[in-house]
């Protein structure tokens, strides 16, 4: 099972392009271990929080990662750390354009607590409805499902070439009709939806 963290802050700059001070960031953290991958997301207001997803191959990496961190940096942490937690990744699915960078990038936060029932209807929707909406999207790269079993709340990301092709596949899956068996009363949808520039990507080492 690969693991996630999913960090939000505040003050990070609103650009198209990592600056000196995050590929610095991104060399760092791409060199612990169980590093697996990372995407560095800045706010397309500057209103909103930046992000920072990182993949793990243990837990414990992931939990580790931000002390590794902190001591291989020599500086404090530019911005301030609004949210911080680690998932399971629960799904990962790739679009027409995986392998294409990504400019975009939207975050949809499931708040919680959910019960098993609610938690397979999710699981249906996306398998059976969502996910192939998106796959069948134009510009739609790359999508990464998140579950925290412990506080019982999921998270799911979402990689686009641009803007445009990220509200493309968000109307792609507005327009699908609800499949035999699936309940209106368990589909909730997200509690919030972020929208980012993707302003940094690194891949998992060979």
Same mark, same amino acid.
């Given at each position: 099972?690969? +693991?996630?963290?999913?960090?939000?802050? #505040?003050?990070?700059?609103?650009?198209?392009?990592?600056?000196?001070?995050?590929?610095?960031?991104?060399?760092?953290?791409?060199?612990?271990? &169980?590093?697996? &991958?990372?995407?560095?997301?800045?706010?397309?207001? $500057?209103?909103?929080?930046?992000?920072?997803?990182?993949?793990?191959?243990? #837990?414990?990496?992931?939990?580790?990662?931000?002390? #590794?961190?902190?001591?291989?940096?020599?500086?404090?942490?530019?911005?301030?750390?609004?949210?911080? #937690?680690? +998932?399971?990744?629960?799904?990962?699915?790739?679009?027409?354009?995986?392998?294409?960078? *990504?400019?975009?990038?939207?975050?949809?936060?499931? $708040?919680?607590? +959910?019960?098993?029932?609610?938690?397979? @209807?999710?699981?249906? *929707?996306?398998?059976?409805?969502?996910?192939?909406?998106?796959?069948? @999207?134009? &510009?739609?790269?790359?999508?990464?499902?998140?579950?925290?079993?412990?506080?019982?709340?999921?998270?799911?990301?979402?990689?686009?070439?641009?803007?445009?092709?990220?509200?493309?596949?968000?109307?792609?899956?507005? @327009?699908?009709?609800?499949?035999?068996?699936?309940?209106?009363?368990?589909?909730? &949808?997200?509690?919030?939806?972020?929208?980012?520039?993707?302003?940094?990507?690194?891949?998992?080492?060979?």
């Amino acid at each position: 099972m690969v +693991y996630a963290r999913l960090q939000t802050v #505040r003050g990070m700059p609103c650009h198209d392009e990592a600056g000196p001070v995050e590929r610095e960031l991104m060399e760092i953290v791409a060199r612990h271990p &169980g590093f697996a &991958g990372l995407c560095l997301m800045s706010a397309v207001e $500057d209103t909103e929080a930046g992000a920072l997803l990182t993949l793990w191959r243990t #837990r414990e990496d992931a939990r580790l990662a931000a002390d #590794r961190t902190a001591r291989a940096r020599p500086y404090p942490r530019p911005v301030t750390l609004e949210s911080d #937690r680690i +998932y399971q990744v629960q799904g990962e699915y790739e679009g027409p354009d995986a392998g294409s960078p *990504a400019a975009a990038a939207v975050i949809l936060f499931f $708040d919680g607590p +959910y019960d098993e029932e609610w938690l397979e @209807s999710a699981r249906f *929707a996306h398998r059976e409805r969502i996910a192939p909406a998106l796959l069948a @999207s134009p &510009g739609f790269i790359r999508g990464v499902a998140l579950w925290d079993p412990q506080d019982r709340v999921c998270a799911v990301v979402n990689l686009a070439v641009s803007l445009e092709a990220l509200a493309r596949a968000e109307r792609a899956v507005n @327009s699908t009709e609800l499949l035999p068996g699936e309940n209106p009363a368990l589909l909730t &949808g997200p509690d919030r939806a972020v929208v980012h520039r993707v302003s940094g990507y690194v891949g998992a080492p060979s």
